[in-house]
Every structure is written in structure tokens, then in C-alpha cells.
């Protein structure tokens, strides 16, 4: 059951591929004035040492799935789910339901009158746009993606276009979204287009809160 809070904050979704660069724009819209909910951390968060969530992956995938710390070795179970849907079904049955909870958690606790931002990397996957007052879509060309994930994160091409493949397509994103941001040029191209959908977002919240 939703709380009065909840009913009156503006959910706002934020996703996009990966190597995109969502966490670009997030940080802009934080230094703006949004409440932010950080999928990627959440996702983390329920997996660390000592969570069910991180007992149920090594029961599923095996004691080789972890590191000598205890922690879970993310790039090992990420060559094993990515390109196996199968595999990736029983880890997103695991994790997501945790995320789920703990999202919602969050959400409740922000100011009532809060521009919430949930940057969501699965939103489209999940089919969780009709949950957001407006989605946001991060939206770069799939040669951008490869380069960046390959230049600066290290991945391997095959590892990259494993990671690409298993999400949504960029047309499925663009078909959800209320607004598309092209982050595959400058910096300065990015800030007006964040200052664009930051007006749009000041003026859905208030008219929420509105008497009438």
C-alpha cells in the first residue's frame, strides 16, 4: 500500500545501456536537486557479505561465484549469466525482488515534495516504465558503447557485446521514454540538455502540487 508520501513525490525513471553514462547525467540532475536512488548501488548492497542475497547466489551458481574475502566476484558470474538467459533468469530472481524491497524502502523515506530519480539500468527489461511519472532515457550508439566499455572499463569486446546483447534494444528504450538524452557528444551539449528536462520535471512537480 502506498503511503501519502510516496503519492506525492514525482517518480522519475532513469535508464539507458550500459556505457551510456546514466551516472553522467544523475549526478547532474543530484547537483539540481533530485532525490536519488541508485539502482547500481541497491544492487550491491543486497549481495554484500552476509546478506540472503549473496547466500542464494553461491547456493545457485556455486562457492566459485565468490572471492577469498567473502565478496562476490561480479565480472565471474557476469561471464557466466551474460549470453545464458537461463542463467541470468535465476540471478535476476534472486536479486531482483531483494532491489525491489529495498528501492521501495527508499522511496518512502523522501521528502514529500521530492523530485525522486531512480536511475534504473533494467527499468525497460522490467517493464517498469508504468511505475514512473516520466522516464528518462541515456541514449549513446551502440559503437560508443563498445568503446567505452572496452577503453575504460576494461571488458573485452566479446564480454562488451555479451553485456549489450542482454539488455534491451535502443529502439525498446526509446519507445519508453518521456525524455531521450543523446550523450554522445560534448559536456556541454549534455548540461543543456539535462537543464531541458530539469525545467520540464520542476513544472510536472508542481502542477502535482497544486490544489485542485
Not at 47 to 70: K, N, Q, S, Y
Amino acid at each position: 500500500m502506498r503511503t501519502g508520501t510516496l503519492l506525492r513525490v514525482l517518480r522519475v525513471g532513469l535508464t539507458g545501456g550500459i556505457g551510456a553514462g546514466k551516472s553522467e547525467v544523475s549526478r547532474r540532475l543530484v547537483a539540481r536537486g533530485v532525490v536519488l536512488i541508485d539502482g547500481d548501488a541497491i544492487a550491491r548492497e543486497v549481495v554484500r557479505p552476509g546478506t540472503p542475497g549473496l547466500a542464494a547466489i553461491a547456493r545457485e551458481f556455486g562457492a566459485g561465484v565468490l572471492l577469498p574475502d567473502g565478496t562476490l566476484d561480479r565480472p565471474k558470474l557476469g561471464r557466466i549469466v551474460f549470453g545464458d538467459a537461463g542463467r541470468l533468469a535465476a540471478l535476476n530472481a534472486i536479486t531482483h525482488p531483494l532491489i525491489g524491497r529495498r528501492s521501495q524502502e527508499l522511496f518512502d523515506s523522501a521528502p514529500g515534495d521530492a523530485i525522486v530519480v531512480y536511475d534504473m539500468p533494467l527499468l525497460t527489461e522490467g517493464n517498469l516504465a508504468s511505475l514512473h511519472d516520466v522516464v528518462i532515457v541515456v541514449d549513446v550508439p551502440v559503437e560508443t558503447q563498445l568503446e567505452r566499455l572496452v577503453g575504460s572499463r576494461g571488458m573485452t569486446e566479446a564480454d562488451a557485446r555479451a553485456r549489450i546483447a542482454a539488455q534491451a534494444t535502443r529502439e525498446q528504450r526509446r519507445a519508453i521514454a518521456d525524455h531521450v538524452i543523446d550523450n554522445s557528444g560534448s559536456l556541454e551539449d549534455l548540461d543543456a540538455q539535462v537543464d531541458a528536462v530539469w525545467a520540464d520535471l520542476v513544472k510536472r512537480a508542481a502542477a502535482r502540487s497544486a490544489p485542485g
